[in-house]
């Protein structure tokens, strides 16, 4: 069975740093994608980055272009979301998903964990 387990979160000042990390059972990493997703008090759950776990390409929202990197290493089977100069927009419990053996649709998903940022 796929399980996710985030971790990292956390309260944090505008202009600091977290990384969140994805503990990750169940699910080979050989193709297809995982990505992290937030969703902030009422607001709609948004897609933040996604990767490749094949060959590591990357995406980002606009939101956070040039502030979080997403990486992912294959033998730990971990996904990762290093978040750098964070901004209270951030704000937003942040989830962890791996899509289905077809590569289509995000299909398993984990707990969430909480990140606060504050001015």
């Known amino acids: 069975q796929v399980q996710l387990v985030e971790s990292g979160g956390g309260s944090v000042q505008a202009g600091g740093s977290l990384k969140l990390s994805c503990a990750v059972s169940?699910?080979?990493?050989?193709?297809?994608?995982m990505g992290w997703f937030r969703q902030a008090p009422g607001k709609e759950r948004e897609l933040v980055s996604s990767i490749i776990n094949s060959d590591g390409t990357a995406t980002y929202a606009d939101s956070v272009k040039g502030r979080f990197t997403i990486s992912r290493d294959s033998d730990k089977y971990a996904l990762y979301l290093q978040m750098n100069n964070l901004k209270t927009e951030d704000t937003a419990v942040y989830y962890c998903?791996?899509?289905?053996?077809?590569?289509?649709?995000?299909?398993?998903w984990g707990q969430g964990t909480q990140v606060i940022v504050s001015s």
């Open positions: 169940g699910y080979i990493f050989s193709t297809c994608g």
């Open positions: 998903a791996a899509q289905g053996d077809d590569c289509g649709e995000y299909k398993y």
